[in-house]
């Protein structure tokens, strides 16, 4: 099992930057990527970046450019740098832990989730 403790967050006006970080803890052998979250009010949880162990990378298009998510494996954690932020990247950010076997991704832990706000 995997225990994933989140921190960052808060309140900013567009264009400004916030930086989210997620520690895991428990069963990290088995953790195979990670990545964050986030729902906005209203609307479906969407996957907004995700790293694997070996270091690739995936962001969703509207924060390309804008978002950075790095790994640090030796300190379990994975951070989000968001800069440039927009009013539509408000939401609470959840991050996630997955592991790869048969073929498929199977989410292991996930966050207790964090609020940001972007204000315009």
């Known amino acids: 099992q995997v225990q994933l403790s989140e921190s960052g967050g808060g309140l900013v006006q567009a264009g400004g930057s916030l930086r989210l970080s997620c520690t895991a803890s428990?069963?990290?052998?088995?953790?195979?990527?990670m990545g964050w979250y986030r729902q906005a009010p209203g609307k479906q949880r969407e996957l907004v970046a995700a790293?694997?162990?070996?270091?690739?990378?995936n962001y969703t298009a509207s924060v390309k450019g804008r978002f950075t998510i790095s790994g640090d494996n030796a300190k379990n954690t994975v951070s989000l740098q968001m800069n440039n932020l927009k009013p539509e990247d408000t939401g609470v950010y959840y991050c996630?832990?997955?592991?790869?076997?048969?073929?498929?991704?199977?989410?292991?832990?996930w966050g207790q989730g964090t609020q940001v706000t972007v204000s315009s």
């Open positions: 996630n832990a997955v592991q790869f076997r048969g073929g498929h991704f199977y989410d292991i832990g």
């Open positions: 790293i694997t162990g070996g270091g690739r990378t």
């Open positions: 428990g069963d990290i052998s088995s953790i195979n990527a």
